[in-house]
């Protein structure tokens, strides 16, 4: 490079030999090359040291991760308890962990009311609420609103129960004292009104009287026991007129539309005056030869045997009882006759079965026979296998050996 004079700024003042016309050229020192691959790679020229502090602070000591700044944080807490007394307290969880949904309440509900204080605060340090903007008191009509949708969580008893986990052991605990104060206060009413009664006679007064009430309540079972009573009732008046008709019990066996079309005929007959004429001149005779028989039962009485009388007396009850079972034969009958085709499809349904049975064991047979046949058909195939795979085994052998045999010969193989 050339040698140039020192540089001066322009504007300067009126130096000699100074070409103002040309650019202004300023010159630097050269800058020794520094190998940072060395050692001495932290090492700095000491041209370069004018502008560069040197001042060295340890890890160690520039991290607080372990420093105690407790000293100043009590002071503030103790403040803050201090100004904050006469308060509720609520638990609010930090803000890294999950909060309970009870916390999450708590701290909305805390948030919300130190909010209300601050703006109340602020309303009264600008001069209350007769300067307050329409800002302001829109604001305060939605914090009112979030004050009232917490407060209906906790009227929901879904949400109540949500929010507060153990509301439902709380509110049985209360409704069980509530139910046992009750009831101590019932049994001492009770205590001082036999006191009273006991000491002095019972007034009538014009008002109303106090004293123990009675409630009376109507059980079904009552009215069921009434009803009961009204059917047996309706029974035997029926069995009066039944006796009175000639009727018998048996006959209730009989479906009860024929039963009431049978005591409809006889009332029918009974009540018309041609019948009842023609039941008398068809009973006069009967009664005549029932006289006559009693005549002839009185002069035989003494020749014929008690046993005989006991057999005639035994004819006449199976005649008796015949007369009942009479009446129910017809119904019995064509119950059988409604029933034939369905025995005789159980018949032949029998006789399928049996059939179907025989050929179950047929077949039984046919495949325990199949089974046998198919493990000798493969104990066979084995063997046949294993004697194959020997024959083949002997067949590579002596074409080996005869391949050896030519080779040593010198010919060539196949």
Partial sequence: MEDAPPPTPRGGGRLLNIDRSGPDVFETPDVPDINYSNDQSNQVPEHLKE???GDR??????AAFETDYSESLVTVRRNRQREE???DEYEVGSIE???TPLQKFNRLQYEITSFVEEINNRKAKEGGEEKASKGSSALSTEIKLLQQQLAGLLKDDQAARIIDAKNDARQSETLQNAMSEKLIQQLSSVVTNINTSDAKPVQEQSGQASGLTYELYCTP???KAKEISKVADLEKRISDL??????RSSAMNQPILDVVQQMKERLTVLSTPESLENLTKSLKPVTQEMESILDKRKSYSNVAPAIHEQKINELFDLTKKWDTFSQQLPSIVQRLQSLKALHEQSVSFVGSVSQIEAQQEEIKNLVKYNNELSNKLDENFRGNMETIQKNVASLE????????KLEAV???TF
């Fill in 51 to 53: 502008n560069i502090d």
């Fill in 57 to 62: 602070v340890a890890l160690s000591e520039a």
């Fill in 85 to 87: 007394k006469g308060r």
């Fill in 97 to 99: 962990r999950n909060e």
């Fill in 221 to 223: 079972q009552h009215n």
């Fill in 242 to 247: 039944e006796k009175l008709l000639g009727a």
């Fill in 397 to 404: 052998k002596r074409y080996e050996d005869m391949r050896k």
């Fill in 410 to 412: 010198g010919m060539e």
